[in-house]
């Protein structure tokens, strides 16, 4: 074979290795991380999976009855409840906390939203949606979720009604998947 039928065929071999590189990582990396699936207890004790609510944005709320900056979060929570529920809003309460003192919580503050309570196995969700680096338990601590499941936010410490509006707002304008 002549030099240069070598050398055309070893950049022709490098350039096909390359681009089948670059694309089994373009499509094997997801822009954002799919949300991890669970089952929990709501206050009535019925298993709630996360999965019951897909195709909605979510916003994973973990909080405690104990949590001062929790109670002043919630009454904006319900509120948003109520303001974007209609538009494809929905919001998920999982309190780190008993159950009995997760309903006395709900009751006082009039939640409007599913409530998922379970000390423990709560917690342990709470890691699995926890962005590395953050300290463990912090609360409260949201995720949001798109409609397609993906997670395109944690947000470590309370919201206030703006950070959250403009986290949503762009999530509740597409009624198609984010991908």
Known sequence: MK???RVIAGITLLAIVAAGAVGAYRF???????RPAFTLPDLAGTPRAIGDFDGRVI????WASWCGPCREEIP???AAQDKWGPRGLQIIGVAIDTR????A????YHIN???LADATEGARVQDQYTRKGTPAGVLPYTAIIDRSGRIRARIAGALTDTQLANRIKPL????????
Do not use: H, I, K
């Open 3 to 5: 030099r240069s039928t």
């Open 28 to 34: 094997a990396a997801p822009a954002t991380p799919v």
């Open 59 to 62: 916003v994973l709320n973990f």
């Open 76 to 78: 904006m929570l319900v």
């Open 100 to 103: 009995g003192a997760a309903t």
């Open 105 to 108: 919580f709900a009751d006082r």
């Open 113 to 115: 939203y599913p409530v």
């Open 172 to 179: 509740l304008e597409s009624t198609e998947p984010s991908n």
